[in-house]
């Protein structure tokens, strides 16, 4: 079955930087776009960032663009966030999440657990 | 922009639970989705196209609307619907969602 297994949060200082990652199973990860969306304590559902399935284009929430980076290695069936200069606004859950592939069905069937990211000094 | 309404309902087992969900603009092709999520727990899909049940969801659950409004009703509640709820928007990018109704016991 399809699995997203996050790691990497952590606790980290505001200005730092954090790798997040997600190892899935299940599907043929170069078919599918992955994305990150999160989830601050206790608030909504922010969608963060969004690699395409051949890992070509990546786009990103204005509110991270030009500090994350997200990609993919499809060989190891891996995907990784790249946070930098964290700011106390970006503490959250972070989940990487699975489309159902392709520009037009950017829904969200298959959801990892979570990893937690604190930015706080 | 996704507006939901109301913020919190508050029903009973056995009532019917209506959920709003408005766009400040037009969704494209109606690519409308519903999540639930229950404390503790990464969001299920409920609804995908603003109308289609994703696989395994209870035919209690339906989404109707296009454009700009969009409903998703829960016919009964059963003691597991008790929830926040969150619809998507999935038409253009950035990918948006609404701030969540919660569905608690009255």
């Known amino acids: 079955q399809v699995q997203l297994v996050e790691s990497g949060g952590g606790v980290v200082q505001p200005g730092k930087s954090l790798r997040l990652s997600c190892a899935t199973s299940g599907f043929t990860l170069r078919t599918y776009g992955i994305h990150w969306v999160r989830q601050a304590p206790g608030k909504g559902l922010e969608w963060v960032a969004l690699?395409?399935?051949?890992?070509?284009?990546?786009d990103y929430a204005d509110s991270v663009k030009g500090r994350f980076t997200i990609s993919r290695d499809n060989s190891m069936n891996t995907l990784f966030l790249l946070m930098n200069n964290l700011r106390v606004e970006d503490t959250a859950m972070y989940y990487c999440?699975?489309?159902?592939?392709?520009?037009?069905?950017?829904?969200?069937?298959?959801w990892g657990q979570g990893t937690l990211v604190t930015v706080s000094s | 922009v996704l507006t939901q309404s109301p913020g919190i309902l508050s029903l009973s087992p056995g009532e019917r639970a209506t959920l709003s969900c408005r766009a400040s603009?037009?969704?494209?092709?109606?690519?409308l989705a519903w999540y639930q999520q229950k404390a503790g727990q990464a969001p299920r899909l409920l609804i995908r196209?603003?109308?289609s049940r994703a696989s395994g969801i209870p035919d209690r659950f339906s989404g109707s609307g296009s454009g700009t409004d969009f409903t998703l009703t829960i016919s009964s509640l059963e003691p597991e619907d008790f929830a926040v709820y969150y619809c998507q928007q999935y038409g253009s990018l950035p990918l948006t969602f609404g701030p969540g109704t919660t569905v608690d016991i009255k």
């Open positions: 690699t395409w399935d051949d890992g070509s284009n990546q």
């Open positions: 603009q037009i969704v494209s092709s109606n690519f």
């Open positions: 196209g603003a109308s």
């Open positions: 999440v699975r489309d159902q592939g392709g520009y037009y069905s950017l829904y969200f069937q298959h």
